[in-house]
């Protein structure tokens, strides 16, 4: 953050200038207002599939169920109960009392249409993989659905209950853009409402107070509230400071710092299950080499020293998960025999030696810009044993592009594993064709292994193997959990979410 803008934060804290009359204004209309770094022109989690827009989308839109990330259970909300018919089919018995906000009723009709445009292989869409696999959508009467996939799916009943909402058909089955549902309608089954879409001016949803008290794991507790587009950081700071705004997500660490000292404003850390990785070109995808020599990987991590990098660098330090792998503990099939190896410089100077780099070398290193920090720390660190990074951050779209096309020789990002937390839906995020810098036919074969196993004991024990040998191997070197950070004025306050731990839904925001 710039001098100035630290100055600002600084005597606006002295004055007492952050907007406590504007946000006293928003209290007696019972409405906050969110700032988000997008400008959207849909509230559609399939088309758009960003954090910002799950925020919304998981109080507007209906599920066939929630998964209790507390007690590790599922939890009904349309579908009153279901049953596995074979290792392939899943019955549903979809609730009769359900209306969706525009007044129509929720059948099986609406579990069909959508289900069967997403799988539609002519759609494309991103992470078509989340769909694809359903073979059929059956509708046995007018409460009750079949979904049937292709081959066993072990985490079939995790990915409908955190990936699948559901639109009205009468309104879905007219639109000549299936897309544009959640611009012109945006119709849901759940707690809140949507009043109004604008791309510049954000989204406003309002409480549905007739559905509030029939799914109480989706909490409603403010009347309104408005998403407000503000791509900067620094704007979105003044924003807060100003009384504009009442929420900014993922400040920077040394705003959030302020913000904490401030009377005026707190700052709450959640456990999302962020992980913050750096991935390594073990397969030889891009133009630069070295990271095909397993001795180099091992150098970079020996080099980093994860704790002081933590501590420094992320928000939230002190409750962020340190994880041996990429997996978490709470990632449910989640498990590893191995750690990664301890900071060691010398011995990272060792195996460059051995590597036949005793004067290491220089490369480009590729940072998600919203993690500039922690890779400058990286970059500092591996320096000083003679790997020389030049650091650059492309838009997150560009870097992805590149990416699949396997000019990454180093990434270092975040992946939300909780956004559905099977280690599963994490293998897949990892070895997918695109995002595979491995190239390694073994954890290939065991990640086909875990896809098809029902048994969870039996699939922990794949992924354990699969983690062991992503660590021995040093693929990709699991830097810390991300918590999110969410700095707010002191007027509001984070409820607990009853089902999640992981998210903060817009729902759970509530006054103080």
């Not at 109960?81 to 969706?100: A, C, H, M």
């Not at 990632?331 to 191995?338: A, E, F, R």
């Not at 780099?357 to 003679?386: C, H, I, Q, S, W």
């Not at 509001?492 to 903060?504: G, L, N």
Request: positive net charge; aromatic residues 10%; hydrophobic residues 40%.
């Amino acid at each position: 953050m710039s001098k100035q803008l630290m100055t600002a934060l600084v005597a606006a804290a002295a004055v007492g200038v952050f907007g406590a009359a504007p946000a006293t204004a928003q209290k007696s209309k019972d409405q906050i207002n969110i700032a988000t770094q997008q400008f959207f022109s849909a509230l559609d989690y399939y088309h758009d599939p960003s954090i910002e827009t799950l925020l919304y989308a998981r109080n507007v839109y209906g599920w066939l169920m929630a998964y209790d990330e507390y007690k590790g259970k599922f939890v009904p909300e349309l579908a009153k109960s279901w049953k596995r018919i074979n290792s392939t089919t899943l019955e549903f018995e979809l609730r009769d009392d359900v209306t969706f906000s525009n007044g129509n009723k929720f059948t099986a009709d609406d579990v069909k249409a959508t289900l069967d445009y997403l799988k539609n292989p002519k759609v494309r869409i991103r992470f078509k993989s989340r769909y694809n696999w359903i073979k059929e959508v059956e509708k046995l009467g007018p409460y009750k659905v079949r979904i049937i996939g292709k081959k066993i799916n072990s985490s079939d009943l995790y990915t409908i209950a955190y990936r699948y909402h559901f639109f009205d058909h009468t309104v879905f089955n007219k639109l000549e853009n299936k897309s544009d549902y959640g611009r012109v309608s945006a119709a849901g089954t759940s707690v809140y409402k949507a009043l109004s879409i604008d791309r510049n001016k954000g989204f406003l949803v309002e409480r549905r107070d007739e559905t509030a008290k029939m799914f109480p794991h989706r909490l409603a507790n403010i009347k309104r509230i408005q998403s407000v587009p503000i791509i900067d950081r620094q704007a979105q700071t003044a924003a807060l400071m100003t009384g504009a705004v009442h929420a900014i997500r993922n400040p920077s660490t040394d705003q959030a710092q302020i913000f904490a000292a401030n009377p005026q404003t707190d700052v709450t850390y959640i456990q999302a299950k962020q992980l913050l990785y750096l991935t390594m070109d073990a397969a030889g995808r891009s133009k630069n080499k070295m990271f095909t020599d397993k001795r180099v990987r091992l150098a970079v991590a020996k080099a980093i020293p994860r704790e002081a990098i933590i501590k420094n660098f992320v928000p939230g330090a002190e409750i962020a998960e340190r994880p041996n792998g990429i997996c978490f503990k709470k990632n449910v099939s989640c498990g590893s025999s191995t750690k990664i190896p301890a900071y060691d410089p010398a011995g990272a100077k060792r195996l460059l030696a051995e590597a036949g780099y005793p004067n290491g070398f220089d490369f480009l290193m590729t940072v998600n810009g919203n993690y500039a920090e922690v890779g400058k720390a990286v970059a500092g660190e591996l320096r000083k044993v003679g790997i020389r990074a030049k650091i650059e951050f492309p838009p997150p779209s560009t870097a992805k592009k590149r990416r699949g096309r396997g000019e990454l020789t180093t990434y270092l990002a975040l992946y939300p594993t909780f956004t559905e937390p099977s280690t599963k839906n994490i293998m897949n995020f990892f070895l997918s064709r695109s995002r595979n810098y491995n190239g390694d036919a073994t954890l290939k074969k065991l990640w086909k292994q875990a896809s098809v196993e029902p048994d969870i004991y039996k699939r922990t024990q794949i992924h354990s193997k699969l983690i062991d040998r992503i660590n021995e191997e040093m693929y990709i070197y699991p830097i810390s959990e991300m918590p999110t950070t969410w700095a707010h004025t002191s007027k509001v306050k984070i409820a607990r979410d009853p089902v999640s731990f992981a998210m903060v839904a817009v729902g759970d925001w509530t006054w103080k």
